[in-house]
């Protein structure tokens, strides 16, 4: 079964004091947020809601091949829009060993953004192998398998309004 590790209530006050952050930190200026499909979709929607400043959303989608963490990263579906010049916020629903994330972080500087920084969602530091420096999180966990708000096992268990912890050898 499924055990709460975050209520809907929890993630729902997180989210609001990142926006807020995100806010103070941004002030005055227009921002880019760049959601990973798509496990961060539910969260991407729920931050730009909280964000007041004017923003513009656009999306990746990327696809891992290979055995382990060091498995090749590809992108599957690109921006749409440019981001050169632009302030981006990449928004990811998890970060785990950090060779997702250094992958995209590297696609996305040589695009020449004026600034690159991360939100994620959940921070799983027991099993990074490549050190991150992450400006926004909104939970550290353990080392855990955890589905629900956008994150899933086998496609199931994304609309869960909770994140919990599963033990895919009892579903």
């Not at 947020?33 to 909280?50: E, H, M, N, W």
């Not at 963490?69 to 590809?74: D, F, M, P, T, W």
């Not at 991150?132 to 956008?150: A, R, S």
């Amino acid at each position: 079964m499924i055990q709460s590790l975050f209520t809907e209530e929890q993630i729902h006050d997180r989210v609001a004091a990142l926006g807020r952050q995100i806010d103070a930190d941004y002030a005055g200026r227009s921002l880019v947020l760049v959601s990973v499909l798509r496990g961060s979709i539910f969260f991407t929607t729920d931050l730009a809601r909280r964000i007041t400043l004017p923003l513009a959303m656009d999306f990746l989608s990327i696809s891992s091949y290979g055995e382990g963490s060091e498995g090749v990263v590809r992108i599957t579906k690109d921006l749409e829009e440019s981001i050169a010049g632009k302030d981006v916020l990449l928004v990811e629903d998890i970060v785990d060993t950090g060779f997702t994330l250094k992958y995209l972080l590297r696609s996305l500087q040589s695009r020449n953004p004026a600034s690159l920084e991360v939100c994620t969602l959940l921070d799983r530091k027991a099993r990074r192998i490549i050190e991150m420096d992450l400006k926004y999180v909104g939970f550290e966990i353990p080392d855990k398998f955890v589905v629900g708000y956008g994150l899933d096992y086998k496609q199931q268990f994304r609309n869960l309004p909770f994140i919990g912890v599963v033990h895919p050898g009892k579903l």
